[in-house]
């Protein structure tokens, strides 16, 4: 099974499908990347707000896989933004990896009442010269934050990682992301919380292909060319999220997935904080 990669406009790769870890403590995301990387994973996604990064590392050591062939994402917390604060934020997330180096560090929300995103950003740049991450992105930030990054920084973001999935598509963000070769990287990309899962249309694409709505919903990331980072806790359905390159949607299908938004806001916007 290959997972497709995408490329970043600093020419670093990320793998399309990656194991999300929220809600997870650490004693539970130790095995669940350890069956993640079982599975075929090649990314995991963590921040330091979840608590979880000592067993992230954890189970990046147990199993066994060579540090260069995974793809690790960490985000910067609210409380280390501001300048050069983020040098020690990222120290502090290294040390409870225990790795050297993450492959992409994110902004985790703009927050923009406290108006610090852009210092923040400016030495999120220098921490690539010092080797201590190899990209750099956003996390939840809204197209207008971005824009100021463009304006006021070197570096333009690699990645906007977002709530996006069926019901929430996303389409100003998207395109912003596509005019700006900004990769989309979708958190919740299986709606938690809501009745997505259950929803008729996903049931009937998923019996024609013989897949579970959520791997047809994960499919539908892939078709519209973002990342998803599904969290599961349980083995089967860690692996089953990553068994969706064996069958495609038609144009039609992914319509009629789209189709299935809402429309209703986010539950969570730029200027609170979720996960
Ligand atoms: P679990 O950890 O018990 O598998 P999201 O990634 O959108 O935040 O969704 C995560 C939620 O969806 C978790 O509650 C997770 O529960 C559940 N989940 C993950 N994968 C699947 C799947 N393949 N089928 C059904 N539910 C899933």
């Known amino acids: 099974m290959t997972v497709p990669i995408l490329r970043l406009h600093d020419g670093n790769t990320i793998p399309q499908i990656g194991l999300g870890t929220w809600p997870l403590n650490d004693e539970q995301a130790a095995p669940a990347v350890v069956a993640a990387i079982e599975a075929g994973y090649r990314h995991i996604d ?31 917390d609210g409380a280390f933004q501001g300048e050069d604060r983020a040098i020690a934020g990222l120290d502090e997330s290294l040390r409870r990896l225990g790795l050297d180096y993450v492959d992409l560090l994110l902004i985790h929300w703009p927050l923009p009442q406290r108006d610090q995103y852009v210092s923040t950003w400016k030495t999120f740049e220098q921490l690539i010269s010092a080797g201590k991450t190899r990209s750099i992105g956003v996390s939840n930030f809204k197209p207008a934050h971005i824009k100021r990054l463009l ?47 259950g929803n008729p249309t ?12 959520a791997q047809v919903v994960l499919r539908w990331h892939i078709e519209i060319g973002v990342v998803a980072i599904p969290k599961s806790a349980n083995r089967d359905r860690i692996a089953q999220n990553i068994d969706i390159f064996d069958f495609t949607l038609t144009d039609e299908e992914v319509a009629a997935i789209t189709a299935l938004d809402t429309g209703a806001d986010p539950g969570v916007d730029s200027d609170t904080m979720g996960h």
């Open 202 to 213: 996903l049931a009937g694409i998923a019996a024609k292909y013989d897949k579970t709505p």
């Open 151 to 197: 304006a006021e920084a070197t570096l333009r973001p690699t990645v906007n990682q977002i709530q996006l999935n069926p019901c929430i598509t996303r389409p100003d963000e998207r395109s912003y992301g596509e005019a700006h070769e900004i990769v989309t990287v979708a958190w919740s990309p299986l709606g938690r919380g809501t009745d997505l899962l």
């Open 46 to 76: 963590t921040a330091y707000r979840y608590g979880n990064e000592r067993g992230v590392g954890q189970g990046i050591r147990d199993s066994g896989i060579s540090r260069a062939d995974l793809f690790v994402t960490t985000k910067l």
